[in-house]
Antibody, heavy 117, light 104 residues
């Protein structure tokens, strides 16, 4: 059974960089695509981007330029960095696996990130 | 691609049939999925490629449609089906609909 667990600071100051890590167990990071999806308080879901173990990435065009994703195969982890954050980036951030059928079939529990001074 | 879900809220009784709609601003072929999200939980994949049930999903959940119009049907509502349901397309980039809240 695939399990994902997000970790990182819950509070980030405006204009700084948000950094999160997702640790994967029960599956190899060398397979599938690994994604970040966020959900602002009381709102719907927004895809942030995904990364493949080769390092290839695909980001939401609305966030392009601020997003960087990477993979650490030695730790079976992948990470998200979002720069120049504002209050609009406050959300629950989920990591998820995009499976061989290209759908999000395994999700972490989510981590709340608040952008505030 | 913008996905518009309707209705925003659906209030029904146990045993009733629920019909949720998702309309795309342009064709997504069959590249449409449905997720269920309960409070404090991550979303769960229900349906992929418009009509295929994901692993472990009860048969009362079914999906249909293609192109721009899609439907998620819950044939006989159970109390545990209370949740918000999101559609998502993967034809061009990835986008989610705004959600339909099902109250039972």
């Amino acid at each position: 059974q695939v399990q994902l667990q997000e970790s990182g600071p819950g509070l980030v100051k405006p204009s700084e960089t948000l950094s999160l890590t997702c640790t994967v167990s029960g599956a190899s990071i060398r397979s599938d695509y690994w994604s970040w999806i966020r959900q602002p308080p009381g709102k719907g879901l927004e895809w942030v981007g995904y990364v493949y173990h080769s390092g290839s990435t695909n980001y939401n065009p609305s966030l392009r330029g601020r997003v960087t994703m990477s993979v650490d195969m030695s730790k079976n982890q992948f990470s998200l960095k979002l720069s120049s954050v504002t209050a609009a980036d406050t959300a629950v951030y989920y990591c998820a696996r995009r499976n061989s059928n290209s759908w999000f079939d395994s999700w972490g529990q989510g981590t709340q990130v608040t952008v505030s001074s | 691609i913008v996905l518009t879900q309707s209705p925003v809220t659906l209030s029904l009784s146990p045993g009733e049939r629920a019909t949720l709609s998702c309309r795309a601003s342009q064709s997504v072929g069959s590249y449409l999925g449905w997720y269920q999200q309960k409070p404090g939980q991550p979303p769960r994949l229900l349906i992929y490629d418009a009509s295929n049930r994901a692993t472990g999903i009860p048969a009362r959940f079914s999906g249909s449609g293609s192109g721009t119009d899609f439907t998620l049907t819950i044939s006989s509502l159970e109390p545990e089906d209370s949740a918000v349901y999101y559609c998502q397309q993967r034809a061009t980039a990835l986008t989610f609909g705004g959600g339909t809240k099902v109250e039972i």
